[in-house]
């Protein structure tokens, strides 16, 4: 099973995909919702040898390769989804409703690779100490390259339907730079001159090198909350590919320049503070999910005269908000004498109401990694 097999110019037929009532497909979507991912990624890879190219299948093909080769293979399989969604769309069906599958069975995808991914690092067995010994950070660094690439190229074909895809593929990519932490090792020292090298001469050598390489090489961002090699790759990219537009503008490349300011542009449009500050925003997001439930319960008293009041101060005194003595102010069912928080909404008085999801005809419900799941399964 390998991804070339969906890599490079693919052959554009009448009527491109398969039906939703092909028979083919349905055995495919019955294997993915019993969570037989590796049968349905082989029957995947008979249709697309015959070059039937249905993006469906094309995501069931694409998690099979993951789960045989592992994280060497995002950098392929990154690389050959933007390629489909660029040059090789045509040759991809079906044609009825082509956005709307791109868009769920990608959905489907990025979650599936981020449970897989977050399920092997909680369980820390024999694959996880695999990829810790054999995974370098240089592959990390192509795959993470690679996500950049298939980010975009979605927008253009999915517009503000991209934006689930782009969530879950913001979560791979946190977790493959917290990965690539793990794996750096730090260059070899220099070796020492010969005893009869001038030292003064070795001395200016390696100067003029190191600046060279400072030359070629991007500063990474300074040390603090606002970014780390660890937790903020976004930003470090964000800040590369500033550096490469002034540089591009200074040598008169406009038409690169112009490529790299689109890109930009639209991270500036969709900038999520959480992605690019993660350490930032650690403390606060544990402590919101922790108190979620007494949090809600205020959700109702926006439109208060108390809590625009209180609203104003904190707008205007942060510290004054603060230190403010709030025992007079009756703001929220939870501060009433005699209140219990059974009551409250969330709580275990009144069930939650909840839409019912509509089903996606022939896609399987988003399935967590089993915790019998083996390391064979790779």
């Not at 660094?141 to 253009?156: C, I, W």
Request: charged fraction near 30%; hydrophobic fraction near 35%.
């Amino acid at each position: 099973m390998t991804i070339q097999l969906i890599t490079g110019p693919l052959q554009v037929s009448d009527s491109p995909g398969l039906a939703t009532i092909d028979p083919r497909f349905n055995d495919i979507a019955t294997l993915v919702q019993e969570g037989l991912y590796e049968d349905a990624a082989a029957r995947s890879e008979e249709l697309l040898t015959e070059k039937i190219y249905d993006i469906r299948i094309i995501g069931y093909f694409v998690y099979g390769v993951f789960l045989t080769e592992g994280i060497r293979a995002m950098e392929g399989i990154f690389h050959s989804l933007a390629e489909i969604l660029g040059d090789q769309l045509e040759a991809v069906g079906p044609l009825k409703n082509r956005e709307k599958h791109i868009q769920t069975i990608l959905n489907w995808l990025m979650k599936q690779l981020a449970k897989k991914l977050q399920y092997e690092e909680e369980k820390k067995a024999g694959l996880w100490e695999r990829w810790l010994s054999d995974i370098t950070h240089d592959e990390v660094q192509v795959a993470l390259d690679a996500a950049d690439e298939f980010r975009r190229s979605l927008v253009p074909v999915l517009e503000e339907k991209a934006t689930p895809i782009l969530d879950g593929l913001a979560k791979i990519n946190e977790w493959l730079s917290r990965f690539q932490s793990l794996v750096y090792k730090a260059p070899e020292p220099e070796p020492e001159p010969e005893s009869g090298e001038d030292e003064t001469e070795a001395e200016e050598t390696i100067i003029e090198n190191n600046r060279s390489e400072q030359k070629n090489t991007e500063p990474a961002p300074a040390n603090g909350p606002f970014a780390s090699s660890e937790e903020a790759y976004p930003l470090q990219l964000l800040i590369r590919k500033i550096q490469a537009f002034d540089r591009l503008i200074h040598e008169g490349e406009m038409s690169r320049a112009a490529l790299v300011a689109d890109d930009i542009n639209h991270i500036i449009e969709h900038f999520d503070p959480r992605i690019y500050y993660p350490r930032l925003f650690s403390g606060y997001t544990l402590q919101y999910a922790t108190h979620i439930n007494s949090l809600s319960a205020f959700e109702e008293h926006k439109a208060s005269i108390e809590w625009q009041a209180m609203q104003e101060l904190y707008k205007v005194d942060l510290e004054s908000f603060v230190h403010f003595d709030s025992a007079g102010v009756q703001l929220g069912i939870s501060e009433r004498p005699g209140m219990n928080t059974s009551d409250m909404a969330g709580g275990r008085g009144e069930e939650d109401a909840y839409e019912e999801r509509p089903e996606d005809e022939g896609y399987p419900e988003d399935e967590a990694p089993d915790g019998d799941m083996e390391d064979d399964e790779w």
